[in-house]
């Protein structure tokens, strides 16, 4: 159970994410790709460039002065150790009456050089130690961080058991409206996007290999020699789920922590939980999510913990892609 109802934490946390979202697009106005994509640090396997350190002081006192009104652990790429900070200052992980995960910009890549939007990704879950997962998360949130080209940006979120909400802001009048994601109802894969992630030269042989082997037996051979299904890169874990959410994408699956050990390679740039936070999002609007198990998908909430996932649009595309795929990863396994 959390401390306080769910409306409680989602006005909360929208709060956050716009006070945020505002302050990385003006950063991405001022200045140039150049600067945006020095590197500042390497921490937890991952590369930190300069603008994932633009906002960090907004979080930290946003955090600080909610940790007054009640103690609660932060976690989150870039803190020290394990990545859980408890607030107020000085309060003991055992104290805190919730956990915050938090990404403040999934899609880092695309933003730092205004390609293409951003997220901030959130989840709150009850604290139950170190083995709460993100199967505990109760409410997420997840904004949209346009590029500096775009004057419209969606805010979706979710409280688990109640359903999603989406509203559409106009960046130029501050004006907002609801809005309404529909997933993909189509029956299948043929002629729609879909996607293994592959953004990195890393494992990319294999599991473009994968892929081609998985449409293979989906879809078969193409009649006339046109692709089947289509593919969209999108660097960023919020942003595929989103364009599963928004009936763009039909698939997608991010299966690249099982490629580095098959082919004995370090766990390095994989997704990781903070990247997964806001999926509550898109399992209350009906898009399906699991583990590369088949099983709904789990992790725990530890920054480090690579993630594989996978994601269909519906009931129709996972029992046509699912089977294939289930068969294909047990072959990688082996």
Same mark, same amino acid.
């Given at each position: 159970?959390?401390?306080?109802?769910?409306?409680?934490?989602?006005?909360?946390?929208?709060?956050?994410?716009?006070?945020?979202?505002?302050?990385? +697009?003006?950063?991405?106005? +001022?200045?140039? !790709?150049?600067?945006?994509?020095?590197?500042?640090?390497?921490?937890?396997?991952?590369?930190?460039?300069?603008? /994932?350190?633009?906002?960090?002081?907004?979080?930290?006192?946003?955090?600080?002065?909610?940790?007054?009104?009640?103690?609660?652990?932060?976690?989150?790429?870039?803190?020290?150790?394990?990545?859980?900070?408890?607030?107020?200052?000085?309060?003991?992980?055992?104290?805190?009456?919730? &956990?915050?995960?938090?990404? !403040?910009?999934?899609?880092?890549?695309?933003?730092?050089?205004?390609?293409?939007?951003?997220?901030?990704?959130?989840?709150?879950?009850?604290?139950?130690?170190?083995?709460?997962?993100?199967?505990?998360?109760?409410?997420?949130?997840?904004?949209?961080?346009?590029?500096?080209?775009?004057?419209?940006?969606?805010?979706?979120?979710?409280?688990?058991?109640?359903?999603?909400?989406?509203?559409?802001?106009?960046?130029?009048?501050?004006?907002?409206?609801?809005?309404?994601?529909?997933?993909?109802?189509?029956?299948?894969?043929?002629?729609?996007?879909?996607?293994?992630?592959?953004?990195?030269?890393?494992?990319?042989?294999?599991?473009?290999?994968?892929?081609?082997?998985?449409?293979?037996?989906? &879809?078969?051979?193409? #009649?006339?020699?046109?692709?089947?299904?289509?593919?969209?890169?999108?660097?960023?874990?919020?942003?595929? &789920?989103?364009?599963?959410?928004?009936?763009?994408?039909?698939?997608?699956?991010?299966?690249?922590?099982?490629?580095?050990?098959?082919?004995?390679?370090?766990? +390095?740039?994989?997704?990781?939980?903070?990247?997964?936070?806001?999926?509550? $999002?898109?399992?209350?609007?009906?898009? $399906?999510?699991?583990?590369? /198990?088949?099983?709904?998908?789990?992790?725990?909430?530890?920054?480090?913990?690579?993630?594989?996932?996978?994601?269909?649009?519906?009931?129709?595309? +996972?029992?046509?892609?699912? #089977?294939?795929? &289930?068969?294909?990863?047990?072959?990688?396994?082996?």
């Amino acid at each position: 159970m959390l401390p306080k109802p769910p409306v409680y934490f989602v006005e909360k946390l929208k709060s956050l994410h716009l006070a945020l979202r505002d302050e990385l +697009r003006a950063e991405v106005e +001022r200045s140039s !790709p150049e600067r945006l994509s020095a590197v500042a640090d390497t921490r937890g396997g991952d590369t930190i460039f300069a603008i /994932d350190e633009k906002g960090e002081s907004l979080i930290q006192e946003f955090c600080a002065d909610w940790g007054r009104e009640m103690p609660f652990a932060l976690i989150s790429e870039g803190i020290e150790g394990d990545g859980w900070r408890p607030f107020p200052e000085g309060a003991a992980r055992e104290e805190a009456a919730f &956990l915050l995960i938090l990404d !403040p910009i999934d899609g880092t890549r695309v933003l730092m050089y205004d390609k293409r939007s951003a997220w901030i990704l959130s989840g709150v879950a009850p604290n139950l130690g170190p083995q709460t997962s993100l199967g505990d998360i109760e409410v997420a949130v997840q904004t949209e961080v346009p590029t500096t080209r775009h004057y419209k940006g969606d805010c979706l979120w979710a409280v688990r058991g109640q359903g999603a909400a989406c509203e559409t802001h106009n960046l130029l009048t501050g004006e907002s409206q609801p809005a309404r994601l529909r997933p993909s109802r189509a029956t299948t894969v043929r002629n729609g996007f879909a996607s293994l992630a592959k953004f990195f030269p890393a494992a990319k042989g294999m599991l473009a290999s994968l892929e081609e082997d998985l449409w293979e037996r989906v &879809l078969g051979d193409s #009649p006339d020699g046109n692709p089947q299904a289509f593919d969209d890169q999108y660097v960023s874990s919020g942003g595929q &789920l989103y364009e599963l959410m928004a009936g763009h994408d039909r698939f997608n699956a991010d299966l690249r922590p099982l490629a580095f050990v098959a082919l004995g390679m370090p766990d +390095r740039l994989t997704a990781h939980p903070y990247d997964l936070c806001a999926e509550l $999002i898109a399992r209350e609007l009906g898009i $399906i999510v699991t583990g590369p /198990d088949g099983l709904p998908l789990n992790a725990p909430l530890d920054i480090r913990a690579p993630v594989a996932w996978i994601g269909y649009a519906n009931e129709h595309i +996972r029992r046509e892609v699912e #089977p294939a795929l &289930l068969a294909l990863l047990k072959k990688v396994g082996n």
